[in-house]
């Protein structure tokens, strides 16, 4: 017999027994078994009978049912940044057309920043650099991981176009750009309204991405969590606005957070609800949940800090912190909850049962999840 690198996740097989007695009505055959069943009760008919031993949820060899993809630490961090960047898109544009020009300039930085530290993330888990420049070869709609690759393509070039011309302005304008510098604030309006209208998008695509997937908790959230997203995305962009603008100029990025954080608390629950039992459990059990729960208890702080802003410099700035710091958690919480969902096989099987049934008991047998019997 041949041996291989994965027998060794084989479990060890236990001895085989050696039937006894023939196929007839000796003392060891089917004879004997049909009086015990009659005897017990179980064979006449009268009552059911249990003929196996309860079923317990278990894996081939150990392995996990669903496999998760291998999203760690900086896909965590591209969630929380990506989602910061696309609502701080929002947030210049509405500046730029109300002639905020404070406020713009903070949602410009933040989302340069933002993109600067999410797209080095994004290729670090891609493990080589050409990976991403691969997804670039092909634009499938069907895909959310295709769409996402051009959506943060585009918005990075609208928003280091956009960046490029406030940074110029705060050091009077003594970049080396030369003759450029009439081109590059012509393109200044357009890459304001590009990154407008793909900061949405960006906000929103990564749950769709994670809901795409064959993960439990993933999937059976993948209706609610675009807005618990996008509403995450909200607060730490407008908490981040309102801690570097002035109070006066903060108006609008105090509103965008305080939004944010209704969404954020409404969405969360709502996707909760609309959830199997068992797959929601990951999201308020363990580490994930430990790090949604303090995501929640920030986010309400850093709402309640918001309406005192307006007053003091120093509420601005730690409620802006703590609202960013809600975002983070809220994305990693989630992240670690999909890992952790596919760990018990439970999980995966249960809540397809369950639906299988309901479905049933609703009369719908005609289709492919519900084969008619």
């Given at each position: 017999?041949?041996?291989?690198e ?5 479990p060890?097989?236990?001895p085989?027994?050696?039937?006894r007695?023939?196929?007839?009505a000796g003392?060891?055959?089917?004879g ?5 069943l ?5 064979g006449d008919?009268?009552r ?10 278990e894996?081939?060899?150990g ?6 993809p291998?999203w ?8 929380f940044?990506?989602?910061?960047a696309?609502?701080?898109?929002l947030?210049?544009a ?6 905020n ?11 340069i920043?933002?993109?600067g530290?999410g ?9 080589r ?8 070869r092909?634009f ?9 690759t051009?959506?943060?393509?585009s918005?990075a070039s609208?928003a ?6 406030e940074?110029?302005?705060m050091t009077?304008e ?7 510098r ?8 357009p ?7 793909m900061?949405?998008?960006l906000?929103a695509y990564?749950a769709?991405?994670?809901g ?11 209706h ?5 997203f996008v509403?995450?995305?909200s607060l730490?962009?407008g ?7 002035s ?5 609008p990025a105090?509103?965008l ?10 969405g ?5 609800s609309?959830?199997?039992?068992l ?5 308020e ?5 430990t790090?949604?729960?303090w995501?929640?208890r ?12 307006r007053?003091?410099r120093?509420?601005?700035v730690?409620s802006g912190?703590?609202?960013?710091g ?7 919480g989630?992240?670690h909850?999909g ?6 096989p439970?999980r ?12 049933r008991a ?10 008619g019997?």
């Amino acid at each position: 017999m041949t041996h291989s690198e994965y027998d060794e996740y084989r479990p060890p097989e236990p001895p085989r027994r050696r039937r006894r007695g023939g196929r007839g009505a000796g003392p060891g055959g089917r004879g004997k078994r049909r009086r015990d069943l009659t005897e017990s009760g179980g064979g006449d008919g009268s009552r059911e009978m249990a003929m196996v031993e309860d079923v317990e949820f278990e894996s081939y060899y150990g392995r996990p049912v669903v496999k998760a993809p291998p999203w760690e630490t900086p896909i965590g961090i591209y969630l929380f940044v990506g989602g910061l960047a696309g609502a701080s898109g929002l947030l210049q544009a509405g500046a730029a057309l109300t002639g905020n020009a404070e406020l713009r300039r903070s949602a410009r930085l933040v989302a340069i920043a933002a993109v600067g530290v999410g797209t080095p993330a994004l290729v670090i888990d891609l493990g080589r650099p050409e990976r991403f420049l691969h997804m670039m070869r092909v634009f499938k709609v069907s895909s959310p991981m295709s769409l996402g690759t051009w959506i943060l393509s585009s918005y990075a070039s609208g928003a280091a176009l956009t960046a490029a011309n406030e940074v110029d302005r705060m050091t009077g304008e003594r970049l080396p750009f030369g003759p450029l510098r009439p081109l590059l604030r012509l393109a200044e309006g357009p890459s304001a309204a590009l990154q407008g209208v793909m900061g949405a998008p960006l906000a929103a695509y990564t749950a769709v991405l994670l809901g795409d997937t064959a993960v439990p908790t993933w999937n059976a959230a993948r209706h609610g969590l675009p807005f618990v997203f996008v509403s995450s995305a909200s607060l730490a962009a407008g908490g981040m606005a309102m801690a570097l603008t002035s109070r006066k100029n903060a108006g609008p990025a105090r509103l965008l957070a305080a939004a944010g954080v209704v969404g954020d608390l409404v969405g969360m629950h709502f996707t909760k609800s609309t959830m199997h039992p068992l797959e929601s459990e990951p999201l308020e059990e363990g580490r994930p949940g430990t790090l949604l729960r303090w995501a929640e208890r920030l986010a309400v702080a850093g709402g309640i800090g918001t309406l005192l802003a307006r007053r003091s410099r120093t509420v601005a700035v730690a409620s802006g912190l703590a609202l960013a710091g809600a975002s983070a958690l809220t994305r990693f919480g989630v992240l670690h909850a999909g890992h952790e969902s596919v760990k018990d096989p439970r999980r995966v099987m249960i809540p397809q049962k369950d639906r299988l049934e309901k479905r049933r008991a609703a009369g719908i047998t005609d289709d492919s999840i519900t084969t008619g019997w």
